[in-house]
């Protein structure tokens, strides 16, 4: 049961002092000390908890994220907060010197028998800090957990806790399961009939632990959607041991009436099950562990058996060697006792590593011949090419590697690496002194030229009387260092970033592309290599941008928006509009870059009052959103590149002329062109085969809400409502209505009737305004949003945000604003509106083209409202601001302009 105490009462059965509850007060009622940031390979995480009613930051989504789930799902936990206030940390460096810094753990936790903070760290980072700082961070192996002295004797002062915690704590199975049924949690949806309930209980009686496969294809065949298990689950009306195994492998899950009855079926399994025999499970797919190192089969041949090691290399043994091995115990499961603790290398080992497959393979043909002389001691008739002295001498070599190693193919090895003279034939101060030149001159930011460095490696070898090296030793020095290392240190780390390793991510954490359709998202932008023109004036319009909402599951385009703006938050909210209009769905989580768009507070916002995690990848890493960029060179290469006016001819723009430059043959125009994309990426690429699906997007898609459920209840209708909690609003999100005047948003003043009310008049209402006609704006007024009008409506009318922001820059750059030392009015951008000066600026015009092009795409999506047969003052939406009976404590009603509190810049 959850707890039923309140923090103050928690506070007074710990019997904390006075300064302990004013820290406790300080942070609970402070927003976040910081904004946490994707700058060293990590993706950040910003968590809707409905637990805490605000959006909760996560530093790490393989750390901290799964830490805010237990700590969201835990019953014992009243409050979290993320980012606390900094603390002071006092400790003895590795040198002992007294170092003291300011510290921000990760959490602030509030347990119904604990307080304190709480700092989460990978494992393996743990382990190398013990090394750096052995007095900040140790290991308490009696009690089996990290500690930190420093933090704990700060929080003892106030008699409240601090704990270290590693992702070694975080049970995977149990995250996915968590994640996979947290939206039956979150939304109440409408109640299940008690009929199908007892249905479904009553299937899952008809056989003792039946899986949930099996039960699944039971109701579907009484006509039960798979979202009626799922919720039964989720209320505990079914029982599922959520830690045993993932719901997304229904194979593998049991499903039971009640705990009691899943207690019985797992005790009749643990009674009768017998081992498996033989040292090792030898199956494909299982883990072992070989010379220190674990590694997965991945084929078990009739001849030879694939390995791969976690960092991703691949080796080939020989069948009969990899079975001597198992039967020499050489090899064990890698999930078989300490997973610390590793086998001892042996001999046998550190021969087989240095082993090449062409070595192997010549071991073998080798094997083959001498096989008959082994068996029968005559030298064999099908080596008439072998000398009877070489057969001799292999069949020595085996006899001792038989004895030595146990092993007797070992002594076959051709050994072509030990082939050669490996003596050095430089001395060791010329390679010391070629290695550091090579560092010093080679590797740097003046990228200068081999030539000129081993000229200089030349020079100082003649001043130390040393033997210079060869320049194709120099070279082959230089290739031998480490390839990315060097192109960072030369070119910078975005043009290392391509040459650098592929993180093979081997151990069981949570799917990279999620469990099920809809659950993770990405958004990203790319310029497309397509010229445009006007449909109208047939004018040069440049090139658009084009953003995708990509299911990662399913690899489904879910939606996409065309726009001539550069990315921005206007491309962000179009592109969920869409995805909303088509589906009535938005993923459960959204990946997004570092870029300054997805960091605006109405994208936030938006995320966060639809229960949509936000997690940001690195900034300038595209493998992370591989998903994205995949699929931006398919769009590219299989339509774009097609198309009249594509820019590839300018990839060689030395050899580009005039009369193939892509602006004098562009063709089309932003309205077909978006035509012809929805057509492509809706039908065409939907419904081919994906290599890495087996299967097409649309049938991956289907067959997974199928499976997993379609969530009905979390379905966003595509109303005017919807669309205006996809408008942004100011910085302050409010404004003040002047009884005369109405509200000011931008410079701009907008007017609705129902501003000459006593109740309104003077009172600060939440305001949002249209980025794409800036003539309109609405304001919360009486519990529904209501239409305003600009001062200058017939002057602004059609006008977007982008094009107002030209204009602001245009007349900044006067020299009668800059004299008059004025602010810009909105009757300053109302004369320079209709000066005629605006209509021949090149690029207010091309502005204005790029706009209307745009407004016939948004016409396409938007509900049919004529702006122009609004009354002043219009209601839009006349809905309660109250949040409805049934919503949970931190959904509000759809058209209050509440939502749930997103820390902004801070």
């Not at 006792?337 to 192997?360: M, Q, Y």
């Not at 892509?662 to 081919?688: F, G, M």
Request: neutral net charge; contains cysteine.
């Amino acid at each position: 049961m959850p707890s039923v105490l309140s923090v103050s009462e928690v506070c007074s059965r710990l019997g904390l002092p006075a300064p302990a509850l004013a820290v406790i007060e300080s942070i609970r009622t402070a927003p976040p000390s910081r904004r946490v940031q994707s700058a060293h390979g990590n993706v950040t995480a910003r968590y809707p908890s409905r637990k805490m009613g605000v959006t909760i930051q996560a530093e790490s989504h393989q750390v901290e994220l799964p830490a805010i789930y237990l700590m969201e799902y835990d019953e014992h936990i009243l409050e979290y907060y993320d980012q606390p206030p900094p603390i002071k940390l006092n400790y003895l460096s590795k040198d002992g010197k007294p170092v003291g810094v300011l510290h921000t753990p990760d959490f602030f936790v509030i347990r119904d028998d604990w307080i304190g903070w709480e700092e989460w760290k990978p494992e393996s980072k743990l382990k190398e800090l013990t090394v750096t700082m052995p007095n900040r961070y140790v290991r308490d192996e009696p009690a089996n957990r990290w500690r930190c002295p420093p933090g704990e004797r700060y929080a003892a002062k106030l008699t409240l806790a601090y704990r270290v915690r590693s992702d070694a704590e975080i049970d995977w199975i149990l995250q996915r399961n968590l994640h996979f049924l947290e939206d039956y949690w979150r939304e109440a949806g409408s109640p299940l009939s008690e009929a199908v309930a007892c249905r479904v209980v009553e299937l899952t009686r008809s056989e003792f632990g039946i899986t949930l496969a099996a039960l699944l294809a039971l109701a579907q065949a009484e006509h039960i959607r798979s979202d009626a298990i799922n919720q039964l689950i989720a209320t505990h009306r079914l029982f599922v041991d959520l830690r045993l195994a993932p719901l997304a492998e229904p194979e593998r899950v049991h499903v039971f009436p009640d705990s009691n009855t899943a207690a019985a079926f797992h005790l009749m399994l643990t009674t009768r099950s017998d081992p498996m025999p033989g040292p090792v499970a030898v199956t494909v797919g299982a883990w072992i562990r070989w010379d220190n190192f674990r590694w997965r089969i991945l084929n078990l041949g009739e001849t030879t058996v694939t390995l791969l090691s976690e960092d991703g290399v691949d080796n080939a043994l020989p069948r009969e060697m990899f079975e001597q091995l198992i039967r020499q115990g050489a090899l064990a499961n890698a999930d078989a006792g300490d997973p610390n603790e590793l086998p001892a290398a042996s001999p046998v080992h550190a021969e087989l590593n240095r082993t090449s497959p062409d070595e192997w393979r010549v071991a073998l043909e080798r094997y083959h011949l001498l096989k008959p002389l082994l068996e029968s001691r005559h030298p064999s008739a099908e080596a008439p090419s072998v000398h009877a002295s070489t057969l001799r001498r292999w069949r020595q070599r085996y006899r001792q590697a038989e004895q030595q190693y146990g092993l007797g193919l070992i002594g076959l090895l051709a050994r072509f690496h030990a082939c050669g003279n490996r003596n050095l034939k430089l001395p060791e101060a010329s390679h010391r002194l070629m290695a550091e030149i090579i560092e010093r001159e080679y590797e740097t930011l003046q990228q200068r030229r081999k030539r000129f460095v081993y000229g200089q490696l030349v020079a100082a070898c003649e001043q130390r009387g040393l033997v210079a090296p060869s320049y194709p030793t120099f070279m082959q020095a230089i290739r031998k260092r480490p390839q990315p290392l060097q192109i960072e240190k030369r070119e910078g780390p975005r043009a290392a970033y391509p040459h650098t390793p592929f993180y093979w991510e081997l151990e069981l954490t949570t799917p990279r592309h999620g469990d099920r359709a809809f659950e993770i998202g990405h958004i990203d932008h790319t310029e497309l290599d397509l010229e445009l023109i006007c449909s109208q004036t047939g004018r040069p319009l440049g090139r658009a941008w084009l953003t995708l909402l990509i299911d990662a599951y399913s690899r489904r385009i879910l939606a996409l928006w065309l726009t001539f703006d550069p990315p921005s938050y206007r491309s962000c909210m179009m592109v969920l509009r869409e995805c909303v209009r088509r589906h009535g769905h938005l993923p459960h989580t959204v990946v997004v870059d570092g870029a300054r768009e997805f960091k605006s507070v109405y994208f936030e916002t938006l995320l966060a009052r639809y229960s949509v995690t936000q997690k940001t990848r690195p900034w300038a890493r595209p493998r992370f959103g591989s998903v994205c960029e995949r699929l931006f060179g398919t769009a590219n290469s299989t339509f774009v590149h097609n198309l009249m006016g594509n820019t590839q001819i300018m990839r060689k723009v030395r050899q580009a002329t005039r009369m193939v430059w892509p602006q004098n043959l562009a063709t089309w125009t932003l309205p077909v062109l978006h035509q012809a994309l929805c057509e492509w990426a809706y039908e065409i690429y939907d419904t081919n085969d994906h290599p890495a699906l087996g299967q097409t997007p649309r049938q991956a898609c289907e067959q997974s809400l199928e499976r997993s459920g379609e969530r009905p209840h979390l379905r966003i209708p595509y109303t005017q409502d919807f669309i205006m909690m996809t408008l942004p609003s100011t910085r302050k999100a409010t404004a003040r209505v002047h009884p005369t005047r109405g509200i000011l948003i931008h410079s701009i003043y907008y007017w609705s009737e129902t501003f000459r009310q006593s109740s309104v008049a003077n009172t600060d209402v939440w305001v949002r305004y249209d980025p794409f006609d800036v003539g309109v704006a609405y304001a919360y007024v009486n519990h529904c949003w209501v239409r305003c009008w600009s001062q200058y409506y017939t002057k602004f009318r059609g006008r977007s945000e982008k094009e107002l922001s030209l204009i602001t820059q245009e007349l900044k750059k006067r020299q009668t604003v800059i004299a008059a030392r004025g602010a810009l009015t909105a009757a300053k951008l109302a004369r320079f509106l209709e000066s005629a000066e605006a209509n021949l600026a090149d690029l207010l015009v091309t502005q204005r083209l790029k706009d209307a092009a745009g407004e016939q795409i948004r016409a396409l999506i938007e509900p049919v409202v004529p702006r122009s047969e609004a009354a002043v003052g219009e209601r839009v939406e006349d809905r309660p601001a109250a949040p409805e009976p049934g919503h949970p404590p931190m959904a509000v009603a759809p058209s209050s302009p509440d939502a749930l509190v997103v820390y902004g810049d801070y």
